[in-house]
């Protein structure tokens, strides 16, 4: 008899028997929601913005999306598509589309898999799961093939903001050419403070999710909800009145929250990061970016973006000093720098 560990189909062992546990489970929660989860939240403070289109999305793999869309106003100039962060949700953006559709500009966006309105994986909604970035690349195509391509005027452009602009990272490298110009926004390329996503801190949830632990928080994580903690020591943005605005949207309908990262999600994010720090990887890419951080973030490492911007063949890269990690919700001091940045850069030709 053997007295090794107990191992399923083809010799696979507990971890894969636990993945196999999980996507029984992902299975079972991917039917659509009731159409009631798929509109767009307005509040008094936060008003949805004229003349949009709201929906959901079905990916390849089964997971339903929700996506929204406003058509362009008069004199049209194209499409720019918003890309949202870890925890973040459709809401989030009213203001940056007004912003946006104010210079001329129809814009698109959705809910990553696990978080907003789409489909999450485990039964407790909370908590942020995915078992591959390349997942978010499915989530990607999907908007792409199914909304900005057929109903969205061009040029397109795209705002990626955190974990959406690793994603929008990941798609220039394989060549997906669908975006005129690509800004991202303090993008995920390593963990703030210490070179964390090539440490012990990779290790450890990596370790893990091979013992089959990948749905569990990230171990001495503050699970609660971002938004519905105190403002003063927050690291997001150093302006009250949005903090308190997406906290208004989140009381509004509290299933839009999601709470701390899962192992499973971590490791992940650790792959992919690990992915884009190697130098040949932003050698390779010929998209034309501009990279904006926040002086002050203390989510991601600046020098790793800093690094990242300065091997990119068409890249350009702008600190904003004193700004925190969420740019777009930050005082209008900061977000009048970005968007002077994003004026001079997005109608401006091709570089390549």
Partial sequence: MSSGPARGPAGRGLAWQVEQHFQTVISERQTARPKAFMKLISIPANP????????????????????????????????????QGRSEWIEKYFETVRDLRARGFAVAALDWRGQGLSDRALTDHRKGYVRDFAEYDTDLETLMREVVLPDCPPPLFAIGHSTGANVLIRAAYRGRQWFDRMVLIAPLIALGGVDYSMGTGSLIVRALRLAGFGAMYVPRTDTSIVESRPFLGNILTSDPVRYARNAAILEAEPALALGAPTVAWCDAAFRSMRALREPSYPARIRQPMLIVAGGND??????????????????????????????????????????AAFDAFVPGTPLY
Avoid: Y
Wanted: positive net charge.
């Fill in 48 to 83: 949805v913005p004229d003349n949009f289109v709201a929906g959901t999305l079905k990916t390849p793999d089964g997971v339903t999306l929700r996506f929204a869309r406003w058509l362009p106003p008069a004199g049209r100039r194209g499409t720019v598509c918003i890309f």
């Fill in 298 to 339: 203390q989510v991601v490492s600046n020098s790793a973006i800093e690094d990242f911007a300065g091997v990119l063949r068409a890249g350009s890269h702008l600190v904003i000093v004193g700004a925190q990690h969420e740019l777009l919700m930050e005082q209008d001091r900061f977000r009048s720098q970005f968007w």
